[in-house]
């Protein structure tokens, strides 16, 4: 069988689904301690500092429900997962009808709400802000269309929800409170590590697929994506903390968050785009290495692959000492199914043969058409003795077999069988005994299979005539 180019292992991408599981995990953790924190009055858990914006009940709740979707996310869990972002989708819907009617639905069915909102009304910011709304329901369209494997649609409904996070975190870094607003700086850590982990979910397609690749592409965008962020990240801070204005300060956040995304969509684009022509490669490449190693006609091996085979199980066989057999099989008067029926019909008795070979021999074996109507065989761990009945076999099965070329022509062939042993680094010889075994087969009628029994001290069975030997066992 013909080999080809193998597809690298994707690595990264396993990483990256199995981080996804784990990071939903860590999420239900933090909100399972912020709601902790509002059951037992421990404010540190929902706020870490005094001053600072507190994590909402709902955004825990929200984080809780859809990491488990995204943990869930399999076959045979389906169902479940949309019961869960049916319930998810009601909160949102809630929070939205609060915020536009101005009505209590919100805090008639989420716990601990009513100490968000005497926190909030204390003057300590505890509320759902319209970043931290969005971000769940562009995660929530994410975790739904994965679940009903819309995959790029997932994908790209998890990167545009990283936007709201990356910008609070950016927001908390260089002290500019509007780009974090309401978004607490663990609300933000929970959303940033939540549209990871449903971006991460969709590892195995899109752009995501392309930026984890294993090939240079991959590794370009990898490392243009690292340097590039990080570079606008810390020369954004540098250049912020150097300015007095809070609005100039505002201006160059502003800035250095744009450059990062441009950064992110100019990579992601490229990155799929080099992925999209090194697939188209790679697949040529595959292409010409098996039309260099495979016959056009019967998509066998080709001589040329076939004794790279030979080499290689004969050095096995030298190191191992276990046991190959090869064979040479030649159809019977095939210049006369060529001449009585024109070389079209020809053509299909060999591709028949060559299918023939294929269904009666294992995926270990190896098969290849050796030269006109002649084919050779590898069986490789096998005795002569199974040799044999492999032949046999092969040889009754071709017999039986009727080639139809087109409806109102029916051709029957048969094969005549040479096989010997593979023994040590002699390929050639082996090839030589396997010939002589063949034309034993022909001089004796055709339509039969004559074994070249191999004299070596390795072996119990010896011969000196081996001619002698091929007539013995001929069938």
């Keep these: 069988m013909s080999p080809v180019t193998k597809e690298r292992t994707r690595y990264l991408v396993l990483v990256a689904i199995d981080l996804s599981k784990k990071l939903s995990v860590l999420i239900m953790a933090m909100s399972i301690m912020s709601l902790a924190g509002y059951f037992y009055n421990v404010g540190f858990l929902y706020r ?102 819309y995959n790029l649609g997932s994908q790209s409904a998890a990167f545009a929800a990283l936007s709201f996070p990356s910008l609070s975190l950016f927001g908390y870094a260089y002290t500019i409170a509007p780009f974090h607003g309401e978004m607490s700086l663990l609300s933000t850590a929970t959303l940033l590590l939540l549209s990871c982990a449903a971006l991460w ?39 912020v903390k150097s300015i007095a204005s809070i609005q100039y300060s505002g201006v160059v956040g502003a800035y250095a968050v744009a450059v990062c995304w441009l950064i992110i969509i100019l990579v992601t684009i ?8 090194d697939k188209i490669r790679r697949r040529m490449e595959n292409q010409l290495a098996n039309s260099a190693r495979t016959d056009p006609l019967t998509g066998l091996m080709n001589r ?70 002649e084919f050779a065989i590898l069986l490789s761990d096998t005795s002569p003795e199974d040799g044999l009945t492999v032949s046999h076999a092969l040889r009754k099965v071709i017999e039986e077999t009727d080639i139809v070329p087109s409806p109102e022509q029916s051709i029957k062939v ?19 005994r396997a010939d002589k075994a063949l034309y034993q087969s022909k001089e004796r009628g055709r339509n039969r299979v004559s074994v070249h029994v191999l004299a070596t001290s390795r072996h119990n069975v010896y011969c000196r005539r081996s001619n002698q030997v091929v007539r013995q066992l001929a069938f």
Excluded at 49 to 68: G, M, N, R, S
Excluded at 270 to 277: I, T
Excluded at 354 to 359: F, H, P, Q, S
């Design 270 to 277: 490229s990155a799929a785009l080099f992925e999209r022509s």
């Design 201 to 239: 979910s969709t590892a195995n397609h899109g752009v995501v697929r392309a930026i984890l690749s294993p090939y240079i592409g991959g590794q370009i965008a990898r490392f243009q994506f690292a340097t590039g962020c990080i570079f606008a990240f810390f020369l954004g801070y540098l250049v």
């Design 48 to 149: 870490p500092a005094e001053d600072q914006v507190a994590t909402h009940p709902y955004t825990a709740i929200q984080a809780f429900l859809i990491a488990l979707c995204i943990v869930l996310n399999r076959p045979g869990r389906r169902q479940h997962i949309k019961w869960i972002l049916a319930v998810s989708l009601l909160l949102s819907l809630s929070w939205l009808a609060d915020e536009i009617l101005g009505s209590k639905i919100l805090y008639t069915i989420i716990p601990f709400t009513e100490i968000a909102l005497s926190e909030h009304n204390a003057g300590k910011i505890n509320h759902v802000g319209i970043n931290t709304f969005i971000t769940f329901l562009l995660i929530w369209f994410s975790v739904a269309m994965k679940a009903f494997n």
């Design 304 to 373: 040329r692959a076939f004794n790279e085979v030979l080499k290689y199980e004969a050095g096995r066989t030298n190191r191992y000492g276990t046991k190959a057999v090869l064979i040479l099989m030649d159809i019977d008067h095939f210049k006369g199914v060529n001449d009585t029926y024109g070389h079209p019909a020809g053509d299909e008795v060999l591709k028949t043969m060559a299918a023939t070979i294929r269904d009666n021999i294992r995926d270990t074996d190896s098969a290849c058409r050796f030269g006109g109507e």
């Design 414 to 432: 048969t094969a005549s069988f040479g096989l010997t042993q593979l023994a040590e680094n002699r390929i050639e010889e082996a090839l030589i």
